[in-house]
């Protein structure tokens, strides 16, 4: 399928896997690209020389386009900007802040610069800045989230912006996707599907959490702090859901959470650990590969769409 986004990243399918923190690293983007889509690795609070390490081993993996997600809010922010120039990477996704500083030094490296955003005046700002394209990403997504729906997120920044748009936020099947192009977007961004990917690092605990969620396990955690965060539902949460209600300090709420995704991700306490997923989590029901995730997402949409 050629699309806006496929020609401006030359990648074979509009499907782009997001930059989630402890998972999206070298083994996950270097199987979303090598099955044509656009991997990411998830820069997120990594040392700099360890994010130069996971982009070496997705170039000796594949030679397709690949790119690297930088969460601005990150003290290592500008020496991982740098080396995605050094490093020759084609492609940022960036979160978490506003990348306008870095911006004029990517394009003039020919780095295509793609922001995720939760609203239209933060996508009207991003292409002002020099966006190449932009990720709207819907409230239904995992980790950290706005307020606006991805049905009604994408149509408005398709509608204000002159770029390319990314949906992003609950599409994890081939009617999701199909859904998406027909709110306008070009490409689809997804995490939660790509979480249970069978080359994904997650222990088997959080893709077991997964697989096993039903439509209603989905929770928000610091709603009062300012930083909502969608998670599934665990022993964790409920304490976090209790504090919160009895008005404890942000302070309090992150010493609850400290290192709790990884001990997710990386040490399988889905109890007590912090399990980032999207609203979807109740479709997806078994692992597969990136290229069968791909591959049944493009049949399926195809039918639909009547390609």
């Not at 990648?11 to 402890?22: D, K, L, N, R, T």
């Not at 081993?57 to 120039?85: H, Q």
């Not at 606006?148 to 936020?169: E, F, K, R, S, Y």
Request: glycine share 10%; net charge negative; proline share 4%.
């Amino acid at each position: 399928m050629k699309t806006k986004i496929t020609e401006l990243l030359g990648i074979e399918y509009p499907i782009i896997q997001g930059g989630m923190a402890w998972v999206a690293e070298w083994h996950l983007a270097a199987a979303v690209s090598a099955a044509g889509g656009l991997g990411i690795i998830g820069a997120a609070s990594a040392p700099p020389e360890i994010v130069r390490e996971q982009i070496k081993k997705v170039k000796e993996l594949t030679d397709k386009p690949f790119g690297v997600n930088v969460m601005l809010m990150n003290p290592n922010a500008p020496e991982v900007a740098k080396i995605v120039i050094e490093e020759g990477v084609k492609v940022v996704t960036t979160g978490a802040g506003n990348p306008g500083e870095f911006i004029p030094a990517w394009k003039e490296a020919g780095v295509k610069v793609m922001p995720v955003v939760a609203s239209v005046g933060m996508a009207k700002m991003m292409v002002k800045a020099g966006a190449d394209a932009i990720v709207a990403e819907g409230t239904e997504s995992g980790g950290h989230i706005g307020s606006a729906t991805t049905m009604t997120l994408v149509p408005q920044v398709v509608d204000a912006v002159d770029v390319p748009v990314i949906a992003a936020g609950g599409i994890a099947d081939g009617r999701g996707f199909a859904a998406a192009m027909m709110l306008g977007a070009e490409a689809v961004q997804m995490g939660t599907r790509f979480c249970v990917a069978k080359e994904s690092i997650c222990h088997q605990n959080y893709k077991d959490k997964i697989i096993k969620a039903k439509d209603i396990d989905s929770e928000v955690t610091g709603r009062s702090t300012g930083h909502p965060v969608r998670v599934l539902r665990n022993r964790m949460t409920k304490e976090y859901l209790r504090m919160e209600a009895e008005g404890a300090t942000l302070d309090q709420l992150e010493q609850l959470t400290l290192g709790s995704l990884r001990k997710a991700v990386m040490d399988g306490d889905a109890m007590d650990g912090t399990v980032m997923a999207g609203q979807i989590a109740g479709l997806i029901k078994q692992e597969n590969t990136c290229k069968e995730i791909i591959e049944e997402i493009m049949a399926d949409a195809a039918k639909l769409l009547k390609l």
